[in-house]
């Protein structure tokens, strides 16, 4: 005899236990699985349901085109589900495009988070070809069948619907109670006489009671109804409660502007929660609850009654905590202020200027009073600014991680790989630089040497356009004579020198056309003062500063016989060549050295009116803002930006350079906007291509090293020489005595 044991008083009232119908094949779980699958493949939309539908509804014209879409849909799926999954998982994801999409023009937020939740990361080409290859498939049938597809798989996949433990039977006769005991539920011994296993009618009496318990509480709850002056009321309620009756406490209106000010923020109820338990303190309790439960209907209803009296008070004092009519007040205040609020704040006190200069001279106040002024809340400039300062929490405190952040900036004309790289993860990481892996290295007894191969070029961009001289107007057709297209540096610079007035900066390797840079800022000048085809020349003047005296004669030749064509008379200004005043009237460009131009703008009189009709400043060189002669150039250039601020002219400076290390700096500086102005051209821009050469020599002795020196030096320059390269010589010490 078997043991009584506890699961089977549990099951007594079920037939769990029952074995007549157990057999092993339904027990078997492969079986069991692949039975379920069949009945989801046929109740639910699949992909030979799709293709039976197209079949049955389609002519037999349009078949191979919808198959084409088809197969489109179905390489989509593969790509965004994966090969490697199979071909029935590829199916299903192909009919998870075709529901997602069949209603969709275009590939929207909605359904790029669907296919992420569904299958994770997918490359975007493929969405966009299954949304397109769907939207035509979808183009030959009426919006009544594609509803009936997917609706006729939906209701077949509900009818045959199993839910789990369904097939579990009951019995109620196997046991009686004795039903001469009395039980009572949930305390009611009355309303029930007896008790039932009937689990639906225990549900209904229960949903029963909690709807008569919540229909009393709602009852309770609409006897305080939040009118008006609600916040008011309960506002009062708190302070006669906390304060007793004692002065020196806040009033309540000043109580009613902070709450309202609080409740009105953008602040989750948690935040909100902890800061009112703040303010309030724990006699506030009750309050808080109360604010927090009605926040929403305070607000609404303050805003929409604003003729309440304690509400109009309440607002103007909300208005002085804010900022707008604000006394003067005497004590320690500290105030932060965006740059962007101060700003609006500025052009805001300018424009009531403006507008009360036009009321004393028309006289007409009901015109001019709302007129012109800005229109902007200070509200949301304080929520904003309060968003700011909350984000500002979780910025770094280092500067140099402010800085990193600077760094990660692009410009859009900026080409500098060593910036790009001092970004990456693994240099801001410390990891080991290292040569590059085509290095050569030779290495013997008397010496070690190190060949580093010249970068690859930067490879073209989408937008690059090589812009051939042809295609220019008539000037420039004229200035560019012999020219058949200008190289791929210039074309990149060319909208903006040939065609705004922008300050600009070019930082190219030496040889790469920036004298031709210069050429079309010179050119976009000319094209300024041409009028029914003449060109007015007493209205302009060009200035290009060069470093040395030969530099600025072999730029005189190379501009006179370039805008000879046009008229345009150039002339050395230097030490060396000076001009009488006729000469320099007759003049439209001058060619002069730093020293000299310094010179002639310092002087108060007398050359005044040349320095005046200067309308572009070409500074040659840059880069020695860093030499000794740096300080004459640096008051160049300030001396122009003051001209231009005091009588509010416009003068262009461009400024060369071939390389520049803090390339922002000087165009700040210059005042050039890096966005539109600044270019930066590295290494991979060179017309040819330049290789490095590192010879190092082993001996310590003096003079052993000085002969090895010029034993491998001779060695290399008669290699070379050989080959029949050109060579050019250039000495280099580690200090100037040698």
């Known amino acids: 005899m078997a043991l009584p044991r506890l699961t089977g008083a549990l099951r007594s009232f079920s037939n769990v236990t029952k074995h007549e119908d157990y057999s092993e094949e339904l027990a078997d779980l492969t079986t069991k699985r692949s039975k379920l699958h069949g009945q989801l493949l046929k109740s639910d939309l699949t992909w030979k349901k799709i293709i039976k539908f197209v079949d049955d509804n389609l002519d037999k014209r349009e078949h191979q085109t919808v198959n084409g879409d088809l197969k489109t849909i179905l390489q989509a799926a593969k790509q965004i589900v994966g090969a490697e999954n199979g071909q029935e998982a590829i199916e299903s994801g192909a009919v998870f495009l075709f529901k997602t999409f069949h209603r969709k023009e275009c590939v929207g937020h909605n ?18 070809a299954a949304c397109n290859a769907t ?29 789990f433990g369904k097939n579990i039977v009951f019995s109620f006769d196997m046991h ?108 506030g309790f009750e309050l808080i609850e109360k604010l927090l439960q009605n926040r929403s209907v305070i607000l609404e209803r303050s805003l929409a009654c604003p003729n309440d009296n304690r509400f109009q008070a309440l607002q103007e004092q909300c208005k002085k905590f804010i900022g707008e009519n604000a006394k003067p007040s005497y004590g320690c205040q500290v105030t932060i202020q965006s740059e962007q609020e101060r700003l609006l704040m500025k052009q805001y006190r300018r424009e009531e200027k403006r507008n009360a200069r036009k009321e004393k001279q028309t006289g007409e106040d009901a015109e001019v009073s709302g007129e012109g002024l800005m229109c902007f809340d200070p509200k949301e400039l304080r929520m904003q600014r309060e968003l700011s300062l909350l984000n500002a929490r979780s910025m770094p405190v280092l500067g140099r991680q402010r800085e ?54 930067m490879p073209i961009g989408i937008e690059e356009k090589i812009v051939y001289i042809k295609d220019l107007d008539e000037i420039g057709q004229l200035a560019f004579k012999g020219m058949k297209r200008l190289n791929r540096i210039q074309s990149i610079v060319f909208e903006t020198a040939y065609n705004t007035n922008e300050n600009m900066l070019i930082c190219a390797p030496t040889g790469a056309g920036k004298t031709n840079i210069a050429m079309l800022t010179i050119l976009h000048e000319i094209r300024q003062h041409v009028q029914q085809g003449v060109i007015k020349k007493d209205e302009f003047k060009i200035v290009y500063v060069a470093p040395m005296k030969a530099l600025a004669a072999e730029m005189t030749n190379y501009f006179s016989k370039r805008l000879e064509p046009l008229g345009i008379t150039v002339k050395e200004l230097t030490g060396d060549m000076q001009l009488s005043k006729g000469e320099i009237l007759r003049t439209q460009m001058l060619v002069t050295t730093p020293e000299k ?13 040349l320095s005046q009709m200067v309308k572009l400043l070409i500074l040659d060189e840059v880069h020695l803002l860093h030499e000794d002669r740096g300080p004459v150039l640096e008051s160049i250039v300030a001396r122009t930006l003051r001209q231009v601020e005091s009588t509010q002219s416009m003068i262009r400076i461009l400024g060369l350079s071939a390389t520049l290390p803090n390339y922002l700096d000087v165009a700040t500086f210059l005042h050039v906007n890096p966005y539109i102005g600044l270019f930066y051209f590295d290494g991979r821009f060179r017309p040819v291509p330049l290789g490095q050469t590192f010879v ?39 200090a100037r005595t040698k």
């Open 696 to 734: 190092g020599i082993k001996t310590a002795n003096k003079v052993q090293q000085l002969n090895h020196m010029d034993e491998v030096c001779y060695e290399n320059v008669l290699k070379q020489i050989m080959a029949g390269h050109q060579l050019i010589f250039k000495e280099f010490y580690h």
């Open 135 to 163: 939207c035509r498939i979808a183009s030959h049938f009426t919006e009544e069948q594609l509803t009936a597809l997917i609706q006729m798989a939906e209701e077949q996949s509900d009818e045959n619907r199993v839910v």
């Open 597 to 609: 131009w310094d010179v002639v703008t310092r002087k108060s009189v007398g050359d005044v009116a």
């Open 404 to 457: 990193m952040e600077f760094e990660k900036i692009h410009y859009p004309h900026v080409y500098d790989s060593r910036a790009e790289a001092m970004k990456t993860s693994a240099f801001i990481g410390g990891a080991k630089v290292f040569l590059p892996e085509a290095v050569q290295r030779e290495n013997n007894k008397m010496y070690e040497e190190v060949k580093i191969p010249h970068s690859e070029p």
């Open 111 to 128: 359904e790029t988070k669907a296919i992420k939740q569904m299958f994770g990361p997918f490359p975007s080409s493929s969405a966009t």
């Open 176 to 283: 009686d109670l004795d039903h001469s005991e009395e039980l009572p539920v949930n305390g009611e011994a009355d309303a029930q006489n007896t008790i039932s296993l009937d689990y639906n009618k225990f549900l209904n009496n229960q949903l029963n009671h909690l709807q008569n318990y919540c229909g009393e509480k709602s009852d309770l709850k609409s006897l305080e109804k939040v009118d008006d002056s609600f916040l008011w009321s309960e506002v009062g309620k708190y302070l006669n409660e906390s304060q007793g009756g004692t002065p020196g406490g806040p009033t309540t209106e000043d109580l009613c502007c902070t709450l309202y000010e609080m409740l009105a923020s953008t602040k989750s109820g948690d935040e909100l929660q902890n800061e009112l338990f703040e303010l309030l303190g724990p006699e």
